[in-house]
RNA sequence: GGUCUCGUAGUAUAACGGUUAGUACAUCGGGUUUUCAUCCCGACAACGCGGGUUCGACUCCCGCCGAGAUCACCA
């Protein structure tokens, strides 16, 4: 397979969310695949959308998800700088070709002239083209004046990866501006430089350029560059209605999932399979099968509605799969920052995971679910009496099912098959249904409202500090 | 408004002219000695509409309807 060098072109105004994460998940597995390289490139050029920081954090967010590139910021390569904002030389000799050719002009229309254009094509409900108000005469470009291409319309197809063949007529080529004011390149020109001198194979990117491709025909023409291939990715929808999803609509930033208790594996699982299928049933993907099985043909040339619903409960099968998997200790390093508050030993925080695990939905579930192991659960005597199981029966019966178990209890190895034992005999000794005699014990102990098996939380416990929460119960009730 | 794109259950998708339209999430019901969860079993639920082409159409063609994108010295 012929290697792809691919890019990740996002300019720095902001976190990556889960709308526009996926132009650089699919560019790496294309990459990666073809044994290619990822381009790491920063489009800042348009400074006054520029925000201190956001470069770092779509690092961040790149790391996070295992997204390494292998050009760009930070590792360097052979084709940077990898900041646009560093590469103005650059983009002005190649201005001067498309001058030279006749391709270019000056333009020396005021922005106020342009907007009283714009109204007039309004007023006669006709599109506006700047072609159509090109100046005949036009001075010589200089650095501080903005610098158009000169369209010559016609009609374009080409063809795209995912959309298929495209054909548009002359109606939508336009004088589009190459260099601003500001004597930085517009994304229009600068992108299609900076993939040609960087070597890219495909473009991969969002489907709100579709209807620009025109215009980026024109000048790789006009350029004498073979374009790469272009592959249009529809946008992820919001969970509401049917627009793209966006910071507006509440769209959160990648690594916020990752503060929330979100496995970077069911993260990149999830966005990878959000639009794109391998035609197989399997559901759960592991990075490097997705390398291996990744496709551009079969990207859905749809748009796909984020569902959050799906994307936790893939992160629980991952924190099942890497705990059977990979063992606890593995799951344990995962969940350093989602504890309660306590001064706990590790050995005895794994032995909480070990038996907590399978109820996850997030590491973060950790911090609610597991308060009653590292402190004193505050005794609410109405968790008890007004259990469903346990509200028909007696409070003096309650106590002296207690003080039996206290007793039972006492007289037990703590382990857990010996624990399940002593249960066993106790229930044929009450003549208890389990779900009266466990729900009692499980409620003096915990007062959750779920925890896990009985016999492994209080082996997890501990006998002493089982039996004086049941002692305290016996005395509030 | 011009141009372009898209249209299978609530959601994500499979099917590439012939299937009882498959799978997963969600929802509902059941099972695994309490709860919650896991796991297992089951149920509900879809081809936007109308014409063609064809022995036969979710699949091909046309029209309509619906949804979206884009028309910046933003990317």
């Not at 790491?40 to 996070?64: C, F, N, P």
């Not at 190649?94 to 109204?119: F, N, S």
């Not at 679910?369 to 590292?374: A, D, G, L, N, S």
Request: charged residues 30%; negative net charge.
């Amino acid at each position: 397979m012929e290697k792809a060098i691919t890019r990740f072109a996002p300019s720095p105004t902001g976190y990556i969310h889960i709308g526009n994460v996926r132009s650089a998940i699919y560019p790496y597995l294309t990459a990666k695949q073809t044994g290619g390289k990822m381009i790491l490139r920063i489009e800042d050029t348009d400074q006054a959308r520029y925000v201190e920081g956001a470069t770092e954090l779509i690092e961040d967010t790149l790391k996070w998800l295992g997204l390494d590139w292998d050009e760009g910021p930070e590792v360097g390569g052979e084709h940077g700088p990898y900041f646009q904002t560093e590469r103005r030389d650059i983009y002005i000799a190649w201005a001067k070709k498309l001058i030279a050719a006749g391709r270019a002009y000056a333009d020396p229309t005021t922005p106020e002239q342009i907007d009283a254009y714009r109204r007039e094509c309004n007023e006669k409900k006709v599109p506006f083209l700047y072609r159509n108000f090109r100046p005949e005469n036009t001075p010589e470009w200089e650095p501080g004046m903005p610098l158009r291409f000169k369209a010559e319309p016609k009609e374009y197809s080409w063809h795209d990866e995912v959309m298929g063949d495209m054909h548009t007529g002359p109606e939508v080529l336009d004088d589009i501006i190459l260099i601003k004011k500001d004597g930085l390149p517009t994304y229009n020109f600068a992108h299609i430089v900076d993939d040609a001198e960087m070597g890219v194979t495909h473009i991969m990117r969002g489907v709100e350029y579709l209807s620009s491709m025109p215009n980026y025909l024109a000048i790789y023409e006009a350029l004498g560059i073979n374009h790469p291939k272009f592959v249009s990715l529809p946008h992820i929808l919001a969970p509401q209605g049917n627009k793209k999803l966006g910071k507006r609509d509440g769209a959160k930033s990648v690594v916020e999932y990752r503060d929330d208790g979100v496995l970077p594996e069911a993260m990149l699982n999830y966005l990878a399979c959000l639009g794109w299928n391998d035609g197989t049933e399997q559901e759960i993907y592991t990075k490097d099968e997705l390398i291996e099985r990744f496709s551009i043909d079969k990207i859905q040339n749809s748009g796909a509605r984020y569902d959050e619903v799906k994307l936790l409960w893939l992160n629980g099968q991952w924190i099942r799969r890497i705990a059977d998997e990979q063992g606890i200790d593995a799951l344990y390093t995962r969940t350093a920052d989602f504890w309660p508050e306590t001064d706990a030993t590790d050995d005895y925080k794994k032995r909480v995971l070990a038996i907590i695990y399978d109820r996850l939905k997030t590491l973060s579930d950790l911090k609610t679910m597991t308060t009653y192991f590292f402190a004193e659960p505050e005794i609410d005597t109405s968790m008890i009496l007004e259990n469903k199981f346990l509200k028909k029966i007696p409070a003096d019966e309650l106590k002296g099912l207690l003080e039996q178990t206290i007793a039972k209890l006492s007289d037990t190895d703590w382990n857990a098959d010996a624990l399940q034992d002593a249960l066993n005999e106790l229930l044929a000794a009450t003549g208890k249904k389990p779900a009266e005699l466990f729900s009692l014990i499980r409620l003096g102990v915990s007062f959750a409202p779920f925890s896990p098996a009985l016999n492994l939380t209080l082996e997890v416990l501990g006998k002493e500090i089982s039996i004086k929460r049941l002692e305290n119960v016996v005395a509030a009730l």
